[in-house]
Every structure is written in C-alpha cells, then in structure tokens.
C-alpha cells in the first residue's frame, strides 16, 4: 500500500491551489507527549490516589478537549487543575519536532494562511508556542474554549478557515489522532496524517487521511510553494 495518498490537495487535477493549512499542535507542531504522561499521571495520583495511572486510555483519545476526555474516562474533572499546573511547569521539556521551524518559517514566506486548531486551552496553546518561539508564525491560535463544539466535531477547523478567509476546498488539515481527521472531513477540509510523533499508525490509517506525512517537509508537496521563497 502506498502510504501517501494522492487523490486530493494540491497535486490533484483540476483542485483548487491550498492557500491554508490548520495544525493540530501536540505531536504535530509540539513533541509534548513526555510532558503529558507526567502531568497526567501525577493529576491522577493526586485527585484519584493509589493505582497505576491510565494514561494509556487517555492516550487513545488525545486530540480531544481535556473534560471530554475526562468525561469519557469517568474521571473527575478535577484532574484538570493540576494537570494544567503540571504542564507548564514542565512546558520547558517540551521541543518543536525536527523540520517544523523550517516548514512553518518556509509556508510564511510564501504567505500561505496557517492557524493551529488545538484539543488544549486557546491561552496554554499560545503560551506553549510562545515559549517554543514559533507563535508569530501563525495568524490564528484556536483552543478547544473557544468553540462550541470541540474535536472530533468540525467547529474549530471550521472556525479556523473563518479566520483565515480560506474555502475548505483550499485548505488542508495536519494531525496526528483520528479525531483530527474526522473533524478536517466534518469541515469539508483535506485531512493529513502527521506521522511523526508517538501515535498509532495503524490506528491513523485506518481512519482513511486523503495524505500520509512522514515528515514535516512531505507537507511541501501537497502546498505550492517556491522554495525560493524561503
């Protein structure tokens, strides 16, 4: 099976050209999957007590707002508080994944509209890139808060190509969970599988992304861009 689905995106005959690209940001933009174990398991021992901590459960639903997740689980929503606090105190291990500066700084030049549509808070999404140093990469920064309905609806993708002034058929989706894939289909959006970080690639498959990205840059042949022009 070839991995790097083709049918749609900007190699295909008679498409329009993508002027938009949404990211999702833990494990596309941010490797902060190390982080979230860690806060994870120490809001569990704190709100929930003794007991390994289910952050293998909770893995298989990352892409999601933090109380659906919760809700889902049956955990207390108290768990959040201080898995927030966790986060960014630990927000220093947090890395950019190799290729993503350069990616992001290449589409800027180009002037390709980019937002992150994100399963955290809209402000912890934007400290977290502030802190990276890539948030005045992107024109838009959309938490899970900040629409009615988050992921795996297709609001904040959605909400996103508002913001950018883009058409869907324009505009492609990068993610790394199933639920960034359905909400990038619920929105009429190119989906794309970021297979770069820690999920499950079987799993990613199976929910049928239009492209496959192994890497960060593999995102350049899907967008027209000069690489002259970064």
């Known amino acids: 099976m070839n991995t790097r689905l083709m049918a749609h995106g900007g190699d295909a005959v008679g498409a329009r050209a993508t002027t938009a690209v949404v990211f999702d940001l833990d494990g596309v933009i941010a490797d902060s999957f190390s982080v979230m174990r860690q806060a994870f398991t120490i809001a569990y021992a704190e709100v929930v007590g003794d007991g390994e901590a289910p952050f293998d459960e909770y893995e298989r639903h990352l892409g999601r707002y933090f109380p659906d997740i919760m809700r889902i689980m049956d955990l207390p929503l108290a768990m959040e508080e201080p898995f927030v606090r966790e986060s960014h105190r630990l927000a220093h291990q947090v890395t950019l994944f190799d290729g993503v500066r350069e990616l992001l700084s290449t589409l800027r030049d180009a002037g390709v509209g980019m937002a992150v549509a994100t399963g955290k808070s809209g402000e912890r999404a934007r400290a977290l890139l502030g802190r990276l140093g890539v948030l005045a990469l992107f024109d838009h920064v959309i938490g899970s808060d900040?629409?009615?309905?988050?992921?795996?609806?297709p609001d904040i993708v959605r909400r996103a190509l508002d913001l950018l002034g883009a058409e869907p058929d324009s505009a492609i989706m990068v993610g790394d969970?199933?639920?960034?894939?359905?909400?990038?289909?619920?929105?009429?959006?190119?989906?794309?599988?970021?297979?770069?970080?820690?999920?499950?690639?079987?799993?990613?498959?199976?929910?049928?992304?239009?492209?496959?990205l192994e890497t960060p840059a593999d995102l350049l042949r899907l967008v027209p861009v000069s690489r002259g022009s970064s």
């Open 146 to 153: 900040e629409v009615a309905r988050p992921k795996p609806a």
């Open 177 to 212: 969970a199933v639920t960034d894939i359905a909400s990038a289909r619920g929105a009429g959006v190119t989906s794309a599988a970021a297979m770069w970080g820690e999920s499950d690639r079987a799993t990613l498959l199976a929910a049928r992304p239009d492209h496959v």
